[in-house]
């Protein structure tokens, strides 16, 4: 998950526990060693979501050159909430079987 307060942290990974996932939150801040986090974050990932609004540009780029190398789905999403994390999610998977059957 990128993108989103860094104070909602604890609300998403609650959200991803109740739906059985483990999820890791980035705020999207890619300056710095922060660029590094982001990055790793994303080569963990099955599938990762970013939120865009707000969220740095250059968080989104970075998250879709690593995503795009490691073969992992990325989800782009305007605004999202802790709630709305299963339907983004169920679309996500799809999308990650979809590129997984294309391969």
Known sequence: MIGG???SNHAWERAGAALGLV???HDGDAHGCRAATLAAIVQR???VIAI???N???AIAIARRVASRCGCALVRVN???PRGLGAVVTDALA???TQELAR
């Open 5 to 7: 307060l860094s104070r």
């Open 56 to 58: 740095s540009h250059g």
């Open 45 to 47: 990932a099955d599938v």
């Open 52 to 54: 865009t609004m707000p």
């Open 95 to 97: 999308i990650a079987r």
């Open 79 to 81: 605004r999202l909430s």
């Open 23 to 25: 999820v890791e939150h």
